[in-house]
């Protein structure tokens, strides 16, 4: 069992910025990809940007630019900087885990609301 605690969400005006953090504990196994996604009210989930264990990073072409992902594998913790947010950015916030098996897991989201 892996479990994951998103935190950092919160109310922001536009331009503003935010950092997420999902601390991950339990059975970690490297290699892994952890990964935010994100969903609106309304709408679908969808992914925000990837990292793998190794560092190698991924992002929805959409956002490239202004949302970064990172990780500290010494405190198995992935981060997200999000800048210049917009209105449109607000949505649940998901981490989530994988190993190249069958591991697969969820936090259980953080609210992250952009005012205009």
């Known amino acids: 069992q892996v479990q994951l605690v998103e935190s950092g969400g919160g109310l922001v005006q536009a331009g503003g910025s935010l950092r997420l953090a999902c601390a991950a504990s339990?059975?970690?196994?490297?290699?892994?990809?952890m990964a935010w996604y994100r969903q609106a009210p309304g709408k679908q989930r969808e992914l925000v940007a990837t990292?793998?264990?190794?560092?190698?990073?991924n992002y929805a072409d959409s956002l490239k630019g202004r949302f970064t992902i990172s990780r500290d594998n010494a405190k198995n913790t992935m981060y997200l900087q999000m800048n210049s947010l917009q209105p449109e950015d607000t949505a649940v916030y998901y981490c989530?885990?994988?190993?190249?098996?069958?591991?697969?897991?969820w936090g259980q989201g953080t609210q992250v609301t952009v005012s205009s």
């Open positions: 989530r885990y994988q190993n190249y098996q069958v591991a697969d897991y």
């Open positions: 990292i793998t264990s190794g560092g190698i990073t």
């Open positions: 339990g059975s970690i196994s490297r290699p892994n990809v």
